[in-house]
Structures are given as C-alpha cells and as structure tokens.
C-alpha cells in the first residue's frame, strides 16, 4: 500500500491510516509474548551510546506537512572518532506523539540515543547508506519520504529523529553511533479553533548620533561612526529585518530614534575620526532604506518605543530618585509619536513600555505608567502562572491601576537567541518553534490570544530564522495572525495570573547590567549645567534639542552589557557641552594701576558661539571696597548682550579711597543670579594718594594764588598813578614838555608775566581732566603694570 502510494501520488485518510495501524497492531500481537523474551534488543539498538558521528540536519522541507506531502530531510553525518566506521546507514525515525511542551524541552535537550525513546527507524528504501566514514570528514544525506509512510497518528507534535547505524574495528556489529532530533508538527486540516498569534517585529539599534551638531544653518548632525550604514546597507541586520519583514503579518515595534538616526543620514552628516570627523557618504543608502520602510509599514500595525528604548528597569532601580529623571523619559515618550509621523508618514501607537526581556516588578511598573503607558509587555517567565491553569492563558492581564500587562509566551519569544548561522542549528530552531505552537494549541478547545516578543536587536541569521519559523507559522493550519493592540485589548482568561512579581523575584543576572545610579546622576548634571547655558541663548532650540536627545539616548536599553562605552558616551556629551559654554567667556587681564583719584575698569566679554547671547549681568567686584570702590559701593553690574562671533567691552567707573593693592573679580551671572563660567581676578594698585601728594598739590595752588594777587595789586598802583599824572598836566600835556619820563617805573619793576594760563606739562594730572572713551580690548591678556582707562 505504502508503495503504491508513492507511485500514485496518493495518500489515505486520516481514517484508513488508523485501520492501518490497528491492523498492524493486531496483526503482531502473538508475536509480542516472544519478543519479550528475548535477552536483548536488536543490535543496533542494544544500549545508549555516546555519539561518535556527529549528525547535523540542515533542511527539513515542508516545515509543516500535510495529507500528500513529501518530508525531504538533508544535512550531514561527522564521524568525530579515530576509527572508520563502516556500513553506515543514514535513517529516519519517527516518536511517539508529544503531548506538552515541557516535553518538547526535555526531548531537545537530549544528546545521546535512547532505544525506548527515539521511536522506530522508517527504514526500506527511505534510508542512505555509506560504505565507511572516515574521521573528521562530512558526508552529506538526503532522505525524502512520503509523509504517508510516518505513519503518523492524530494531530500533533512528533519527534522526528536522523540516526547513523554502522561498526568500528572496536565494535563489529551494528550499533546507532550518533542521533539528531527534532520535531514535526501535523495538522493536516484547520484547527477547530486557533490560536491568535501576536509576533512582535523590532527595528532597533544601539546610539550612533552624538549631541554635537555644526555651526551651519543646517546645524550637521555627527555619528560616532559609520556603524548605521552597515546595518542598513544590502545584508546588514536592519535591512534583513526589514526586507524579511514586509512580507509578514507582524506587529512592528520601532525606536524613534532609529528613524530619526537614518534620517539625518539622508542629508548631510559627519563622522567621528579620531579627534576630528569626516564627511558621511551613504545618503543614497538611508534614503532605500527608508523609502522601503515607509511601503513595509503603511498598512501595518506600527509601535513606537518611547524615544531611544529608555532602559525602564534601570530607572525604575537606581534612576527615578535621581531629580529629572523622569522628566527625561516622559520627554522621550512625548517627542515619539511625532518623529515616527515625520519620517514614516503614520500614526503609531505610544501606550506600550516594553522592559528588557518582559521582566517586570511593581517599581518598573510603576516608573513605565509614569510616563504615559497604560500597557506594559512582560514575559510568562517573570509574570508566571501560579493559579495552577492547564492551558496557556491569553496574553492580556489586567494588573491594577488600569493598567494591562501584555504576557508574551516565552517559550516562543526566546526560540531564536543564540548563533544561528549553521543551517542546522536554525532548522532546529524553526522546528522547535512550530511544534511549541501547536501544542500549544492544543492545550484546549478555547481560544486563545497568544503573544511572541523575540529579542530586540536580533542578528542577520536570527532574523532570517524567525522569518522562516512566522511565514511557516502564518501558513499552518492552527495558527492566525494579530496585532498587538487587538491581543492586549482581548477578553483575559480569568484564572490568570494578574500579580505582578516581587522586586525580589527580579532576575539578578538582568539587574547586573543596568545603569548605576551614578550615570543618572551624571545625566542630572548636564542637565542642570544645559538649563543655565540655554537661558543666555538667543536661537535656544540649536542646542536644547540636540542635548535633549542625546540625555534619551544616554538612558538607552541599548547600554546594557556595555558600560564603558555608555561611559565614554556620556563624558562625550558633557565635554561638548562644557566646550559651548566656554565659547562665552571673559578675557583674562593682568594686574593695572590707578593713577587718580577716578578711573574707568574695561573688561571684555567674548562670544565665540554662532548665535547671539543676552540676559547675561556682568558684575565687578572690589575685596577692598575701603581702598577702591566699583561704582558706588563693592561692586557695579552691567547687562550684557553680545551678538555671535563677537566680543564687548563693558566699563565700570572705579574710585580710590586710599593708597595700596586691591583684589578686584570679574564674573558673569545669569539674570536669575546664577554663576556663569569662571571668574577673572586682578589686582589694582593705586599709586597717587598720600599726604605729601596732597601737601604738594595745594601748596602749588597756593603759590599760584598770591602771584596772582601781587599781579591785581601792582597793576592797581599803576592805573593810581597813571591818573593822578593826568590831572596835574592838564590839557596841553605840559607834563610831556616839562620832559618826565614816559613811564615812572622802570622795566625791571613790572611783574614778570607766567609763561602760560595752564599748567607746565609735567605737572601732574587733575581729578577734574575728563575720562577719554575706552576703546575696545584685544581678546589677548592686558601687559604687566597695565594703566586702566579714565
């Protein structure tokens, strides 16, 4: 019959397989007292051996047959022994039905054969076999059998094994020396009911954006290398994921800052080098990447992670004390939506906060509600089932507060961790996957809705299994797809667990890589030295929202595993920071002299940032106020706004009150009255106020009185004279003919006349001679002994 199936290309019913096997079993029943009796089992599978011949299975075609199918199953068999194993004989064998899946995890844990366990060899003609197999060199099989010849019962899962028969020098007879196992689900026919299954699909990536952009309009983004473009490049993880993921009915889950990352890479970008960056090159590769995302997603369910993945978890342990905090992962959900609307051209759902591997406790809970989540996706090993269920329930449970944890299965998320690049470690994968989903289904009659969250960032090969392992899925007979938001919105199962676990129960070996509270701490800090740089800045939005972001960043899931280079980021981020605030500064002076009893101070403020600065108070202050008062008293403040690229001069009017040095500082303040940059300290020496200088002054004032009045007197007795002469004359000037002299005193008698109304050049300066304008200062350090400005 068997044979005149495969000629004929038929297969009997599900009923005839059954008369079959009854028959069979009818037929071999005298038989089986005999059997019994024997002392041992046939040779090949006299007792469990250790695997001498590796077997590695690569395909396994259909992954889910049905009524009429042919399984072709290939791979290769290594003998890893020092001897020649001769007669080797390549057979399939098939298991009995496996009801559960904790079963299914036992069977693929074992490693060595087991002649009760591993089924019956199909045998006949669905064999292939080698005349020897020489040590360390592979040979390749191919068996294809009619699924008819399993002779495969009811809807199931069963173990399907490849085992190698053959003999050493050592040991000459017969005896199975290596097995593979794997499984087969059958359902031939749909399901009464199926499972509504919920696949997540992540596009996510680690930080590549820096907080530095240019000085251009544009203001360029920098990338901390050019790792981006390999991913989204032909072959790169992300264009994998994407390329495999168009074509399924999966559940997109996006980071924002992916999209905003390669969309920057649209336009111009730099890259980090060394100390300096180049110019990036792949804006032809981002922009297919993109534009094929955009068609990928149009009619699909999009979920937008808020922005940069923050790591929930750690905040929920060592962040959320820390002030701002939770400021910044409320940001990072609110500026989500609109990044996936800009790029992507669709309305994503935000409700969602997704812990690192569903882990979940009440603090991360709570931390993930906070920032407007009302769903949290948690995973069936951390919210396990302790109301003793048989089934799986679905993944929605109600956990308080309106709040509803979406339980992912986690058999199924975790199916495609670790390496998949053998072809026979990824066909396991697959096959392990199906069969735990059918089982799965069979668990009862009740329908279910079922969720499958697989890692975040998965490799070029995991995504090509998973891919594999959905399409199978999507095209068996007990399976129909969902979307997440259906699955959380479902009807949940009322025996389900709903209390979320202890912060005790959280895995410790997760809770080693979370963020410390230090690094929050240093998240703290360039936030509150940003919030006092932002408030002098004219354009505030060139520099908050590039900062913004990359504090999100500095919360990233993305860290975990790698603190050093979370590390170096966040110093990379503080130092840009530190570097722009310097940009406004005060020029340094050296130490001047006063050489009055009033002077003007110049002290220079220098803009070196693009964008102007205002609402900056520029305060100078004396230490010695009894010696040299500024302004009025201590200290005299002006405003200062300074335009980009530019530098002002601002003058303060000083007076002496007594000889000696004076310590003066110069500092800039917000006009909140915070502190901005370093102050400049300087000494003035005041150098012309003592009592003989005094005593100098006004004797020479003194002297240039009594001339001044000797001069009045002399000329008054002159003019006396010069009128009494007159009157005694009389009109006809006898006194000219009586021959007196012109002039009765002689030129020696007259009052020498002073050189000049003012005084002699190097008489010293007055306190009332007017203050020159200062002109404005070079950018470089006054000289030593500097006179200041009056």
């Not at 559960?100 to 002649?115: E, G, L, M, Q, V």
């Not at 040979?139 to 094994?161: A, H, K, N, W």
């Not at 990044?339 to 759902?349: F, Q």
């Amino acid at each position: 019959m068997a044979e005149a199936a495969d000629f004929q290309g038929t297969s009997p019913s599900p009923a005839r397989r059954w008369l079959r096997r009854t028959g069979a079993l009818l037929t071999g029943a005298p038989l089986l007292a005999g059997l019994l009796q024997l002392p041992t089992a046939t040779p090949a599978d006299a007792a469990p051996t250790s695997s001498t011949v590796a077997v590695a299975l690569d395909t396994l075609t259909p992954s889910t047959p049905t009524d009429g199918d042919t399984i072709t199953v290939s791979g290769t068999v290594t003998n890893k022994g020092k001897q020649t194993v001769t007669d080797a004989e390549v057979d399939l064998r098939v298991g009995p039905e496996v009801s559960t899946r904790s079963a299914i995890d036992t069977i693929a844990k074992r490693t060595d054969f087991s002649p009760g366990l591993d089924g019956t060899i199909v045998g006949g003609k669905y064999v292939e076999k080698f005349s020897k197999l020489t040590p360390g060199v592979a040979q390749s099989f191919t068996i294809s059998v009619p699924v008819d010849e399993l002779d495969l019962g009811g809807d199931g899962v069963y173990q399907l094994g490849v085992s190698v028969t053959g003999e050493t020098a050592a040991q000459q007879w017969p005896q199975v020396l290596g097995i593979q196992r794997t499984f087969l689900p059958w359902q031939p026919e749909g399901a009464d009911t199926k499972t509504k299954t919920t696949v997540l699909w992540p596009l996510v990536s680690t930080v590549h954006m820096t907080a530095e952009t240019g000085s251009n309009e544009q203001q360029t983004p920098v990338f901390l290398n050019d790792d981006l473009a390999k991913e989204i490049a032909p072959g790169g993880r992300l264009e994998q994921l994407l390329s495999l993921g168009k074509d399924l009915d999966v559940t997109w889950v996006i980071d924002p800052d992916l999209l905003a990352s390669v969309d920057a890479m649209t336009r111009a970008y730099r890259v980090e080098s060394g100390s300096s960056t180049v110019a990036g090159t792949h804006q032809n590769v981002a922009m297919d990447w993109l534009a094929e995302l955009q068609d990928a997603v149009a009619d699909k369910e999009v979920v937008a992670l808020p922005f940069s993945d923050p790591d929930v978890a750690s905040i929920a342990h060592n962040g959320k004390t820390v002030a701002g905090t939770l400021s910044h992962l409320k940001e990072a959900t609110d500026v989500a939506a609109s990044t996936v609307e800009t790029v992507l051209h669709v309305t994503p759902t935000t409700n969602f906060a997704w812990p690192v591997d569903g882990a979940v406790d009440p603090s991360i809970v709570k931390v993930a509600t906070s920032a407007g989540a009302d769903k949290v996706i948690a995973r069936s090993d951390s919210l396990q089932e302790t109301a003793g269920l048989t089934y799986t329930p679905s993944a929605a449970r109600p956990i308080g507060g309106g709040t509803t944890a979406v339980v992912a299965d986690a058999r199924l998320s975790t199916a495609f961790e670790g390496d998949l690049t053998k072809a026979s470690t990824a066909t396991l994968a697959v096959q392990k996957f199906l069969a735990s989903s059918l089982a799965l289904n069979l668990q009862t009659d009740k329908q279910r809705s079922i969720v499958v969250a697989p890692q975040r960032m998965a490799t070029a090969s995991q995504a090509q299994v998973m891919a594999e392992a959905v399409t199978a899925l999507q095209g068996g007979n007990w399976s129909q797809a969902q979307g997440l938001t259906a699955a959380a919105a479902a009807k949940p199962d009322a025996g389900a667990t709903t209390k979320v676990p202890s912060a005790s129960a959280y895995p410790s070996s997760l809770r080693k890589q979370e963020m410390p509270k230090a690094a929050f701490e240093e998240i703290a800090a360039t936030q509150d030295q940003l919030d006092k740089f932002k408030v002098i800045l004219t354009n505030q939005s060139r520099v908050v929202t590039p900062f913004g972001r990359a504090m999100n960043r500095e919360m990233s899931t993305s860290w975990r595993g790698r603190a050093a280079e979370a590390q170096s980021y966040r110093d990379g981020v503080r130092l840009y920071l530190d570097r722009l605030t310097d940009q406004v500064k005060l020029i340094d002076k050296s130490d001047t002299k006063l050489s009055g009893r009033s002077a003007t101070i110049p002290v220079t403020v220098q803009n070196n940032l693009v964008q102007g600065v205002d609402h900056l108070v520029l305060r100078l202050t004396s230490t010695s106020p009894t010696r040299l008062k500024i302004g009025e008293g201590a200290y005299q403040e002006h405003r200062v706004a300074v335009s980009g690229g530019h530098s002002q001069t601002v003058k303060f009017s000083t007076s002496a009150q007594a000889n000696g040095r004076a310590t003066v500082t110069a500092q800039l303040y917000t006009e909140d009255g915070q502190e901005y940059g370093e102050p400049v300290q300087f000494e003035v020496k005041v150098t012309e106020f003592t009592a003989t200088v005094m005593l100098v002054i006004g004797g020479g004032f003194l002297l240039l009185v009594l001339a001044g009045f000797r001069m009045y007197t002399q000329r008054k007795r002159a003019a006396a004279r010069a009128a009494e002469e007159d009157d005694s004359d009389g009109p006809d000037e006898a006194g000219e003919a009586a021959g007196e002299p012109e002039n009765p005193e002689g030129p020696e008698d007259r009052p020498k006349e002073e050189s000049g109304a003012g005084p002699r050049a190097d008489a010293p300066e007055q306190p009332s001679d007017p203050a020159p304008d200062t002109p404005a200062e070079s950018a470089a350090p006054s000289g030593t002994g500097e006179r200041v400005d009056r």
